[in-house]
């Protein structure tokens, strides 16, 4: 079992930035990909940047070329740089993972408790 602890949500005043970290514990797995979703309430929950094991990365149109995502320097972590940040941009923000055993099975994904950022106008 993987267990997903996210960090570094918080209140920031439009054009702001704020980092958020993930950073994956348990024992026997493998992460071909970790990213961040957000969702607000009454909507889905949507993607917002995918990091693949082999260093791809892919965004939603709404935050290409303002966040970042990248890989921590501790092994199985991965943070989000948010600059620019628009109220448009206000959500809990999920820390996700695709799990596989180390024999490649997919346990499918795994899911951080979620950290709140809010973007005041």
């Known amino acids: 079992q993987v267990h997903l602890v996210e960090s570094g949500g918080g209140v920031v005043q439009a054009g702001g930035s704020l980092r958020l970290s993930c950073a994956a514990s348990g024992s026997r797995f493998v992460l071909p990909a970790m990213g961040w979703w957000r969702q607000v309430p009454g909507k889905q929950r949507e993607s917002v940047a995918i990091?693949?094991?082999?260093?791809?990365?892919s965004y939603a149109s709404g935050v290409q070329g303002r966040f970042t995502i990248a890989r921590g320097d501790a092994e199985n972590t991965v943070y989000l740089q948010m600059n620019s940040l628009e109220p448009e941009d206000t959500a809990v923000y999920y820390c996700g993972a695709d799990v596989l055993t180390l024999e490649l099975t997919p346990m499918g994904r795994s899911w951080g408790q979620g950290t709140q950022v809010t973007v005041s106008s």
């Open positions: 990091l693949t094991s082999r260093g791809s990365t």
